[in-house]
Every structure is written in C-alpha cells, then in structure tokens.
C-alpha cells in the first residue's frame, strides 16, 4: 500500500473513532429547547412526591435533573452520610456523588440487601463518582471518606432523561423521602428552579370529644369532703362521737304491761350543787303516827300509877 492509502486509511480511523465517541455522549443540557416547566406542590413537605410538567419540542429528549446538598461534620478525619429509599426510576438515568475538602470517597447502594461500594480519590480536594443506566429501584446510600477538614460538603445529583411527546409535553415525578430539608434544585433543559423543602408537621395530640378521641384520666381524682345525700343509706355507716365530754347512760326498764323496754329519763352523772331532798316513802308518815300514839299512850299510863 503506498503512503498516499496509508494516510487515507488513518483518517478514516479517527473519522469513526470521533463519530462513535460522539454517538455515546449524553444529551447537553442547553441542546434541549424547554420552554416552561412546573413544580407541583410548589412548596412539598419532605416525603411527598413532586410533580414536574414542562413543554419542550415534539419528540425531544429532555433531560431532568433534582440535585441537593448537604453539609456534614467530620469525626475523626471520616464524613459519613446515609441517606434512605433514594428513587431511580427506570429508562436512561445517572447518579452521581461530589464531595468537596475531601481525600477520597465511597459511595456503596444497597441493592436486594447487597451493598455495591465505588471508590475515587480526591483531585485538588474534590472527588466526583458517577454511575449511569442503575436499575429502576429504591435504594439506600452510604456515603462516607476521609478529610482533613473539620467540614466536608456533598452534592447528590439524580438525572433521568424523558422523551416529550408528540405535542411537545412532558412529565416526571421524585419522591422527595431522601431529600433533606431545606432547599433543592430541577433542572429542566436549560431551565432550572429552587424549591424549599418544609419539614412534616407533627401529628396532634388526641384529645377527648365527639371525635372519638381518648378521654385523659384525671391523675388524682379529689374525693368531695361533703357527702352527698343519697336515698339509699350508706353502705358502712361510721358513727359520729357524742360532741359532749359527759357520758350520758339511759337505762332500760321493762314496762310491766306491754312487756316494752321503756326509757328512764336520763340523770346527769355530774352531781347539782344543790342539796337534794331524799324522796318520800309511800305509807311511812301513817306508821310513824301509830307509833307516836302508842308510845304517848304508855307513858300517860305510867304516869297515872306513880
């Protein structure tokens, strides 16, 4: 072969080489024309899944970006981040990890209990990995490396590429569980929007009603210092003390015609400060003048026979 077929054959070789090259690139995010998209909640709480609407040209292939970032702490010269049930729908996607201040990273998914683990060292304190076509799945990553900071920052980025229908729409949606708080940021095309991130709110307190709520036990219940009256007698009576320091008795006398216990008029046990009067006994004034009569009769006769 001459020198001339030599050189032609060479630059057909790079020809194809450039062409083939060119051919496995992904699509640039300014080559896709969207003209508008939405956000739908436009203010979501963490855990709810977020609805993307745009409008690109017929058939184009759009590429969406959610990205977000957080700032960890480093313990020991080690960064450490988990993130739980990280969404990667099926069709053509990437995923990639960037962390900044760092000597190296190492992202590991867990897929069917099994943890994937990559590694990258840091070029000028940054380290990026990337990993495209992950099958459709929920994940958890783990993401963690040495730095010599006391801070390190991360960027998580999640990209699909969906393909706008025959008028021109499309539409995507993110479960935004692994997202922090905060803010993230889609990219559509050549557009881009941030959206704040709220944190849930907490469930209410249950509170007694008509609502079927519990009803809250009181934690120590007053017992009322009064009774209240009843119709029916208490069940233990507890006798009250007499209020009066002197005894009182009340003897018990049968009555002699109806066989009846009948009550004595109670006598004070404490004695009067008068003297009293011994009572009389029925019948004695009559035998007391019977004996007079007798003995003033004896001495009248007595007399007479001296």
């Not at 922090?180 to 559509?188: E, I, L, W, Y």
């Not at 007053?222 to 029916?232: E, K, L, N, Q, Y």
């Amino acid at each position: 072969m001459s020198l001339k077929g030599r050189k032609l054959l060479v630059i057909s070789l790079l020809l194809c080489s450039f062409v083939a090259a060119a051919l496995t690139l992904p699509v640039s995010l300014s080559s896709a024309s969207v003209s508008a998209f939405e956000i739908t909640p436009s203010s979501p709480v963490q855990g709810e899944v977020v609805r993307i609407t745009g409008i690109a040209s017929p058939s184009e292939e759009v590429p969406v970006t959610i990205s977000f970032e957080q700032v960890l702490s480093v313990t020991g010269r080690e960064y450490k981040w988990e993130l739980k049930s990280v969404e990667i729908q099926d069709g053509n996607n990437q995923f990639s990890v960037t962390a900044r201040v760092v000597n190296n990273l190492r992202v590991s998914l867990k897929f069917w209990g099994i943890w994937i683990t990559r590694s990258a060292d840091a070029e000028n304190g940054v380290a990026t990995i990337v990993q495209a076509n992950v099958p459709a799945a929920t994940y958890d990553v783990l993401i963690k490396g040495d730095s010599n900071s006391n801070a390190v920052r991360i960027r998580v980025e999640a990209k699909t590429f969906l393909t706008a229908d025959a008028n021109g729409n499309f539409e995507y949606s993110y479960d935004t569980r692994s997202i922090p708080t905060g803010q993230f940021v889609v990219t559509a095309g050549g557009l881009t929007k941030t959206v704040e991130l709220r944190e849930p709110t907490p469930p209410p307190t249950p509170t007694g009603g008509a609502g079927g709520g519990v009803t809250p036990t009181p934690s120590s219940p007053t017992p009322s210092s009064s009774p209240t009256p009843s119709s029916s007698p208490p069940i233990s009576p507890t006798p009250t003390p007499a209020s009066t320091a002197t005894p009182q008795t009340t003897p018990i006398t049968n009555n002699a015609s109806t066989g009846t216990p009948s009550p004595i008029p109670q006598h004070s046990m404490t004695p009067s400060p008068q003297t009293a009067k011994p009572s009389r006994i029925p019948g004695f004034e009559l035998v007391g003048g019977l004996v007079a009569l007798i003995i003033s009769r004896m001495l009248k006769g007595v007399h007479k026979r001296q």
